[in-house]
Nanobody
Framework: QVLLVQSGGGLVQAGGSLRLSCAASRNIFSMNRMGWYRQAPGKQREVVATITSGGNTFYADSVKGRFTISRDISKNTVYLQMNSLKPEDTAVYYC?????????WGQGTQVTVSS
């Protein structure tokens, strides 16, 4: 069982920055993969960025060069630094952990980017 607690998010103007945090109840180094997903109104949930236990990262094309996923193993926390935000980044963002072949999700946090 993995509990993920998210923090961060909110309202920001286009071009601004936000950082999301995801604190896990277990050692994140034991996770196969952790990441961030988002879901905009009327759209399917999509992957934003992921990081494997080995530290390999993946980014959706839409966020490459603007978003950075990172982790602090000592705090069991994964971060998503979002820079140069655009209105199309507006969505509910979810933290995800894949552990022992099961997916776990955070509670979600709203990110709204105004134009």
């Amino acid at each position: 069982q993995v509990l993920l607690v998210q923090s961060g998010g909110g309202l920001v103007q286009a071009g601004g920055s936000l950082r999301l945090s995801c604190a896990a109840s277990r050692n994140i180094f034991s996770m196969n993969r952790m990441g961030w997903y988002r879901q905009a109104p009327g759209k399917q949930r999509e992957v934003v960025a992921t990081i494997t236990s080995g530290g390999n990262t993946f980014y959706a094309d839409s966020v490459k060069g603007r978003f950075t996923i990172s982790r602090d193993i000592s705090k069991n926390t994964v971060y998503l630094q979002m820079n140069s935000l655009k209105p199309e980044d507006t969505a509910v963002y979810y933290c995800n952990a894949n552990f022992e072949q099961r997916d776990y999700w955070g509670q979600g946090t709203q990110v709204t980017v105004s134009s």
